[in-house]
């Protein structure tokens, strides 16, 4: 069965894609088995001649996107979704380096991650091993296709792919290309397969395709993974929010305060690493925040604070209770001031969505009392939270972030889609 | 609330238990957070007053004891299950006797898992935090109590605890003298709870409780893990089957495969990983198996074979289809003639149930084939299958064996119960 194709037939009924899903589910099982056994460098060619094949069919990739983007204009998509839709020769040349880039990393597969010996004989080594079959769930970007297969395929996983219906037309021929290179390592093309159809019938099938399917990675807005995690029978490794503060402490450096408030604001602001709110000691905000509210309303951003903030900063408006929990993705700053590091632990503990949570002083005791009590996925030191993503973080390309504590928090690299096996040797002993 | 006499009240309705778990599950939620940040010699303050009031109640927890297996006896309930029901002195004392092993093994809490550099200047370490809220559910072994709630303690996780109704009494005093234990280190008793009533609704709702509770653990018969995987919204760490192999090479050593085949299913056939079939190259059935065979019959085993089984040994009885899927749990042996490796392998691809499986050769290459190509939790070379367990992997105590491949696989203890975060470190760096 051919999943490129399958979703051209119009007569398809609940029945028969039952049956379809069913048959992707196990052949992507029997793919798994074969990746799981697959040397590092049969998988390197894979991911190399994927990339080939993509830099050469540019045209016909570019061809498709246009298509997809006529549609969605047709329907009306938004301007940012129509670039998050939009491929250029520029952005088709970063998808096929992303891949090769892959490649490059070390394989994550059959790693040694301890081995000791026991007092009875034994030998006890713990090696790294794939997680199976992963099903990733996103929505409009095309290039999620190559990132989510590739990442899938160095991890030695088979991958379910289930792209937004806007992208369609591009992703297929995307996946075409990962085809071309897993024929070139003689590797099983259900290795990266996707649904046959973008109906929501078939996530939800997929969802519950437990039996098949190991692990569910949603990739997008807070409705589709709100979605995924109350409908999916499988795990689910995802991040909801991006509710990321920074806290400027007392003791903070007014250069080091600013810079970093004005780069984690505003570098890329729809990044979910973005800060969407600055919390501000009230000892100091008479004097460190002025010049940082003037450097982010002179970057074009809008400033919503507290009374304090408000007093300092006529330009900004005055903050409303939703403010402190918005992930804004956008140029907007919600602002307060704070008695004490208490305080700010607290606002922290209350608004925070366990991603990523900074403070910035010079004071090391505060400091390593924010790292300790802080409880998210990455909490930082006089660093500017748009560090929070795999790549920045040396783990190669990333599925995402997670914001929950099972399996893999933070970012999720080929390293983190692994489990793992105990082998076991000794010369023929037996427990007493 | 206290748990311990909730139970009590009969006018209990279901609005009334609804309120009362999620009171649980909030009460759980803030003793996690401060578990979070106890340093490792208040938990291990804590877990060793635990074990001195477990000694010292010792002859209250054996008139408790003596309540539930009276009311066990008239419920009828099996030896087998009135045994593990059963408490003795010394099986008292080996609980405490627990609690203090777990109380000396090295906290997991805050070890630095791994640190490097980068080159923009972020110095990153990832260390281990607790996971939050563990939701335990168990049969009719009252130890489970002090053992799951010792290793929940010690890695900074709270505790709700849900044993089985036939050792309701002695688990409450159980759960008391755990109290006592948390009193003597000041910590809130709340970090073990248990529910209020062994009512099968509060064990439902338990389940759907994905706001407060971060994973439950199930520990029981197929039945109970099998229910808990189908009801739970939260993620489950549990093993269904231990359908655990010995394959004997045509390469074995014929004195290590006799000594490896007794063991491996007589030291104790009722534990998870004991061997439930035995594999025999055809090559060397002939000349290996009787030996086997009759050490395991002299011991007391039933051995259920295949034809060639049979003609070697008449006392064997012939091994119906079912055989090659039942996990026995008793002195019960399926016995079968494979060609060779791929045999063997493909017999195990199709029976196994990933738990723990063992090869018995001299022959390396043989060895490492099987190794690699298993997909088991465990795999083993020249060794008992009776060895799959924490304590003797050098792990300390085990809340269970993982057969799941997400989060944790294999032995469980307290340190694959935490998750970890990433504490990021620079001096004022700003993302390009």
Known sequence: MNPDTAVLRSDSTSGDLRAEMA?????????????????????????????????????????ANAKDMEAARAKGLSAAMLDRLALTPARIDA??????????????IGRTLAEWDRPSG?????????????????????????????????????????????????????????????????????????????DR?????????????????????????????????????????????????????????????????????GICGAMETLLVDRAVASSLLPPILSDLIEAGCEIRGDETVRKLEPRAV????????????????????????????????????????????EDAQAAEEFLTRVDAAIVMHNTSTQFADGAEFGMGAEIGISTGRLHARGPVGADQLTSYKYIVRSDGRVRP
């Not at 990339?51 to 540019?58: C, L, V």
């Not at 998808?95 to 994550?108: H, R, Y």
């Not at 071309?180 to 159809?197: K, N, V, W, Y």
């Open 318 to 361: 005055t903050a409303k209770p939703e403010d402190w929990d918005t992930e804004y993705l956008d140029a907007i700053l919600a602002v307060k001031t704070v008695e004490d590091l208490d305080g700010a632990l607290e606002h922290i503990a209350h608004h925070g969505s366990q991603h990523t949570e900074a403070i910035v002083t």
């Open 122 to 198: 034994l030998k006890i080594a713990r090696v790294a091993v794939p997680l199976g079959v992963i099903g990733v769930i996103y929505e409009s970007r095309p290039n999620v296709t190559a990132d989510a297969g590739g990442l899938c395929l160095k991890s030695g996983n088979a991958a379910i792919l289930r792209g937004g219906s806007e992208s369609f037309q591009t992703s297929g021929v995307i996946l075409t290309c990962l085809h071309t290179g897993l024929r070139a390592a003689s590797l099983p093309e259900a290795a990266i397969q996707r649904l046959p159809t973008t």
């Open 23 to 63: 048959a992707i589910g196990a052949a992507a099982r029997r793919a798994a088995a074969v990746l799981a056994l697959t040397p590092a460098e049969t998988k390197a060619k894979a991911l190399r001649a994927a990339a080939e094949s993509i830099r050469r069919a540019s045209a016909e990739i570019l061809a």
């Open 95 to 108: 998808m096929a380096g992303g891949l090769e880039a892959i490649a490059d990393f070390p394989d994550p």
């Open 201 to 269: 019938a078939a996530v939800g099938m997929l969802l519950t395709m437990n039996d098949t399917v190991d692990i569910i990675v949603p990739r997008g807005g807070r409705g589709l993974i709100e979605r995924v995690q109350n409908e999916s029978r499988i795990p689910v490794i995802a991040h909801l929010d991006g509710m990321c503060h920074t806290y400027i402490h007392a003791g903070a450096d007014p250069r080091k305060a600013r810079e970093i408030a004005l780069n984690a604001k505003m570098r890329r602001p």
